[in-house]
Every structure is written in structure tokens, then in C-alpha cells.
């Protein structure tokens, strides 16, 4: 029995309420999106059923924030977006969760039945397009289905290997009602069933880790969505054994810790004999597992949830197929069992300590350099003497993020942010709005720091203003060098506009130079710097961190000529290595 609205009685229900409640009796409890018609309702709904709801200034950065609550919290975001135009800008998130193996739920308003085909407004065909972003894509049938296709949209994001999912809800399905005794109550899906590597296996890998000259484990996102954190601190002290993060994988374990062979990656890599790799993939970021950056020889131990990820690119001596954290605990268990643990004293820890120290040293001597304008090394050095040790740090840029992974600690698990597997611009506000919004209700005291190159801003430049109506008091750090790698001074840019027509002769990497970033901010009524020494970096900071009712964005200006220190390889902005 559906009726219109205006005629619903006590016991109705519509279609908005029942993705509002299914929502919410997923545990689904923050939702991003931007509203219009057809899913005003929908947004409503999700408040009076007490979901949390963040409207954004794009749909991309709402799904980027949503897909951040899956990987922060356990439970996935939803992202509530408008027909055609407002899904198809949320697709990139959708991709860059599918990739970060992050849970989210969509859903998209999509125009009414009754019009299909004949040139609906914003008329698209959401299901299919939204089929390769994601693990599961459909519509209910009726008013009636849509608590059992929420569920299974949530149970899906998060089961087996995590990722997007998308439900679609015919406009017409938003206002129309059923009398509530017809819809059958689906209750909350429970956590991923928990699964144990091959007892045999785990014996198998203790042995070759126990024959290794040179182990190291790699800790992946994997373990960090797993939350492997604690069996993984003891196997690794038990153990004996250095470890590195992935980008994501930092605050597993602490990057201070005295097993972190991080500042060593590339030595540790190429040498290694033996990998436990922990829920992380063998692609471009860890250079396919192959040589030139590794040992033709060096043997795997592949712990990963999806099976089809065993093999990919190596054949793993030992496939450890189950959850991170369980199959750590198994292997924790076989060590304890064994007494054994890899000796401090060998050539391999010298080794890397020697380059760990070597490293340091490099960084230290461009981090004390005093001429201006400052260069990466500078900036990020006085940055990382500032930032509390539990601040969740949100990353994204070429230069920027690539040297601030080196120079900025993570000391805790799922701390860090940053554009992930598919290297994607344009997510940090987003994923610093969510972040900021987790921890409002979860109220730890912990900051949300977001330190952007100039470009990566620019993509979600907007999302400034979400942070001001809400008032979050996130810190935004513009490493601002004119452009995309590297930039052009004002000077010579004003030269260069007098020679001609800028289309034709500005280097294509090249933004505006000295644009006025915090300037954005102080339009909303949040707190905006303009940063040029070290002085003005250490007391805008801090004044920044103090203010716990707004949020501040510290607009550093740098040598647009900065630059890496020499690579032994380049990584991260080479993917044919
Ligand atoms: C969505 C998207 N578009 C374009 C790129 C290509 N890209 C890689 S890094 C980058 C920006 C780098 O500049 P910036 O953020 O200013 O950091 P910098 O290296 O200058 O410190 C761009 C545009 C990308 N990775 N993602
Ligand atoms: C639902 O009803 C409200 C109130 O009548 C109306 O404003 C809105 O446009 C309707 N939504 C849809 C999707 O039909
Ligand atoms: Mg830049």
C-alpha cells in the first residue's frame, strides 16, 4: 500500500525515513553530501534518526570525508548525493575509497521511474556507471527492499576486502510511504567474521622468518584498517624484527620506535632477504616487489584478507591467508612458543642504522638552514617540534607530502591521511572535515592538522568554508611554492606576463605565486596567517593549535625552487620504477 504524501497515517513510513533508519540501524552514524532535489528529505531524515549530517561545498570532497568515517571509526560513512551531476562528481570517491580498500555507502537521489528514458532531469544511468567504483551497486525494487539493500550495501563495504558500495533511490521513492508492519526489520550487521591463516602455514613462515640473514616487515594500511596495532607491538618486540610503515601504515607502530627502520626504506628494501608483509600490496608504492628495489631473491610472507592478492606481481614463499590481526596474534603465539627472536647484534641492524643516521643527518643540515624563504626541510622540522603527538595528520602534495612523510611522526595508528593508493589531489579537507567530526564526538582532544602543497588545496579549496560553518577547528598548513612541484617568484612571473600571453609561455607546474590562501579562510571567519620566517611559523602555529572554536590555515610561503634531497631512487612520483 504506498500512498502519496499528505495522506500518511500514523503507522506510514517513506522512503527517506527508511534509508534514515536502515542507516542508523547499521550503525551508520555520519553522512555527507550536498542536497537538492531528490534527496532533501533524505538528508532530514538521517538527522531525525540521528545520523550526523555534514553538508559540503562538492560531492567528490563529501565522499573523500565519508570514506575517511569507514577507516577512522570501523563502520562506514554514507555520502548522500543528487541525480546525475552531484553522483558522477562523487565517483572519484567512490574510486579512491575502492582503492584505499576503504569502507563507504552511497546514495544517490535518482530522478523518477516513471521518466526513465525519456530525458528525465539529471537522468543517468547511476547503477551501471557507479558498477566500477564499486564492490556492490543497486536500487531496491521497492520501499519495502530498502532496509535489507542498505544492509547488505554496509555488510559489503566492510566484508572481505573493504570498499564502496552504492544504493540508488528512484525519486519517487523519497515521498512515497508503506505502512511500517510490511517492512521487515533487518537488524544491524555485526563486524567481518574474524578469520585464522593455515595452522601449518603459520609453522612454514616462522621457520623462514627463523632461517632469514635479513628480515624485515613491511606494516601496511592493512594492518592499520585491521587494528593490529597491539599483537603487532608485541610480535615485533618478541620478534626481534625492524620494521617500516607504508605511507598509511605509520602509527601502527610508533614511527620513534626502536625497531622503525622507515628512515632506511630504500636499503631495507633492496637488501632484505626475507618480507612479512602485513595487509599491504605489492604495487607502485612499494615498487611491485620487484628489483631494481628489491632482491630478485627475496622471499614474501604474504599475510593479507583477500586471497586474490596472494601472488600479485611475486609468488609469496608463504601465503598467510586471514585477518591481520589474527594471523599476527597466530604468528606471535608460534615465536613465544619457539622462544625465538632475531639477534640485535648483526651486520643487518648496522646496516641500517648506519643509513638511518647517514639519513638524519641529510635532513637535519637543510632543516637548520636559516635563509629565506624557507625550504620543505625547514618548514616541516619546526612543524614536527609543534604538533601534539596524538594529532591526526592529513597530508597531501607532491613535494609536500613526500618529504613531510619523511620528516612528520605518527606515533599512533590510523593517524595519518594522506592521498593513498591512487595518489589522489584533492582529498585532505575532506578527509580532515570527517576526522574533525569523528573526534568531536568521540572527544579525545585530539587535532586534525592538514598540511597541503598549493595545489592540493586548490582542488577542495572550498571545503574552508564547511570547516567554518561547522566550526572545526582544523589547522590547515599551505606549503605554498607557486605551483605543482615547484613554482615561479613573484618577480620573474611579473617579467614573464610582460613578455606575452601567459598561456603560451607560464610554466604549466606554475599557480599564482604568493596567491593569498589565508585570505580564504579569514573570508569565512576562521583564523588566516601569511608565513614567511621560521618566527612567524613557530607563533602562528601555536596560536592555531590553541584555538580549539575555529579553524586556522597557515599560508607558508616557501623557495619555489625548493626541492627532494637527492634520491637514491625517486619514489612516489615515479611509477615505472
Ligand atoms: C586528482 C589529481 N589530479 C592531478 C594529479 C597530478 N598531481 C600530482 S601531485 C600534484 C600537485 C603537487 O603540487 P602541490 O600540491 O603544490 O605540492 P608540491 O609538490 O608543490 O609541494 C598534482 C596536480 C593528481 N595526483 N591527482
Ligand atoms: C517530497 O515532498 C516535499 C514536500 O511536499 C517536496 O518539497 C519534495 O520536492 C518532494 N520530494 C520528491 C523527491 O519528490
Ligand atoms: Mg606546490
Redesign the pocket.
Known amino acids: 500500500g504506498h500512498s502519496l504524501n499528505g495522506t500518511r497515517t500514523m503507522d506510514e513510513v517513506t522512503g527517506a525515513q527508511l534509508i534514515a533508519e536502515s542507516l542508523s540501524a547499521q550503525r551508520v552514524d555520519y553522512m555527507f553530501g550536498i542536497v537538492g532535489v531528490p534527496v532533501i528529505e533524505v538528508a532530514m531524515a538521517a538527522q531525525a534518526a540521528g545520523i550526523r549530517y555534514v553538508g559540503m561545498r562538492n560531492e567528490q570532497a563529501a565522499c573523500y570525508a565519508a570514506s575517511v568515517i569507514g577507516y577512522l571509526t570501523g563502520r562506514p560513512g554514507a555520502c548522500l548525493v543528487v541525480s546525475g551531476p552531484g553522483l558522477i562528481h562523487a565517483l ?1 570517491g567512490m574510486a579512491n575509497a575502492n582503492m584505499n580498500c576503504w569502507p563507504v555507502v552511497v546514495i544517490g537521489g535518482s530522478s523518477d521511474r516513471n521518466q526513465e528514458t525519456a530525458g528525465a532531469f539529471q537522468e543517468f544511468p547511476q547503477v551501471e556507471a557507479c558498477r566500477l567504483y564499486s564492490k556492490f551497486s543497486a536500487r531496491p525494487s521497492s520501499l519495502e527492499a530498502i532496509p535489507s539493500v542498505i544492509e547488505k550495501a554496509v555488510r559489503s563495504s566492510m566484508y572481505g576486502r573493504p570498499g564502496a558500495c552504492y544504493v540508488d533511490i528512484a525519486g519517487d521513492m523519497v515521498n512515497a510511504t508503506v505502512d511500517r508492519s510490511k517492512v521487515r526489520v533487518v537488524s544491524c550487521c555485526p563486524p567481518p567474521p574474524v578469520a585464522l591463516a593455515d595452522h601449518g602455514a603459520i609453522t612454514e613462515a616462522v621457520s623462514v622468518l627463523k632461517a632469514a640473514k635479513r628480515p624485515i616487515v613491511i606494516v601496511g594500511k592493512g594492518a592499520a584498517h585491521g587494528r593490529a596495532e597491539n599483537a603487532l607491538r608485541e610480535f615485533v618486540e618478541m620478534a626481534g624484527l625492524p620494521f617500516l610503515p607504508t605511507p598509511m601504515g605509520k602509527g601502527v607502530l610508533p614511527d620513534d620506535h626502536a625497531n622503525c627502520v622507515a628512515a632506511a626504506r630504500s636499503r631495507a628494501l633492496l637488501q632484505a632477504d626475507v618480507v612479512l608483509l602485513l595487509g599491504a600490496r605489492l604495487n607502485w608504492i612499494l615498487h611491485f616487489g620487484l628489483p631494481p628495489r628489491f632482491d630478485p631473491d627475496v622471499k614474501f610472507i604474504q599475510v593479507d584478507l583477500c586471497p586474490e592478492e596472494m601472488g600479485n606481481n611475486v609468488r609469496p614463499c608463504v601465503a598467510l591467508l586471514g585477518d591481520i590481526n589474527a594471523v599476527v596474534t597466530q604468528l606471535l603465539e608460534c615465536v613465544r612458543k619457539e622462544g625465538w627472536n632475531y639477534p640485535t647484534e648483526t651486520e643487518w641492524w648496522s646496516t641500517l642504522k648506519d643509513k638511518i643516521t647517514a639519513n638524519a643527518k641529510i635532513s637535519k643540515a637543510l632543516a637548520v638552514q636559516s635563509a629565506l624563504p624557507m625550504n ?1 626541510y625547514t618548514v616541516f622540522h619546526h612543524v614536527s617540534q609543534l604538533l601534539p603527538r596524538d594529532c591526526i595528520i592529513v597530508s ?8 613531510g612523510r619523511t620528516m612528520l611522526n605518527n606515533y599512533l595508528p590510523r593517524h595519518r591521511l594522506d ?1 593513498g593508493t591512487f ?4 582529498v585532505g579537507l575532506g578527509f580532515a572535515i570527517a576526522a574533525a567530526v569523528v573526534e568531536r564526538t568521540e572527544n579525545k582532544g585530539r587535532r586534525v592538522v592538514c598540511v ?8 577542495s579549496g572550498m571545503e574552508v568554508e564547511t570547516m567554518c560553518r561547522y566550526n572545526l577547528p582544523v589547522v590547515i598548513i599551505v ?3 607557486n ?5 615561479v617568484d613573484p618577480g620573474t612571473w611579473r617579467e614573464m606576463a610582460k613578455m606575452g600571453d601567459l598561456t603560451s609561455i607560464a610554466p604549466p ?1 606554475s ?1 599564482l605565486p604568493e596567491a593569498r590562501y589565508d585570505e580564504i579562510m579569514t573570508a569565512f571567519g576562521g583564523r588566516g596567517f601569511l608565513v614567511r620566517t621560521v618566527e612567524e611559523l613557530h607563533s602562528s602555529l601555536q596560536l592555531s593549535l590553541s584555538d580549539w572554536e575555529r579553524p586556522s590555515l597557515l599560508n607558508v610561503l616557501i623557495d619555489p625552487s625548493s626541492d627532494r634531497k637527492q634520491q637514491e631512487f625517486p619514489w612516489l ?1 615515479r611509477s615505472n620504477l
Not at 423 to 426: A, E, I, L, R, V
Not at 483 to 487: C, F, K, N, P, Q
Open positions: 572519484g620543505y597531501e602534495g607532491a613535494n609536500t607530502m613526500d618529504i592521498a595518489g589522489t589531489m584533492g597541503e602543497g598549493d595545489s592540493a588545496f586548490g582542488f606549503v605554498n611554492n605551483g605543482i612541484y615547484s613554482g607546474v599557480l612520483t
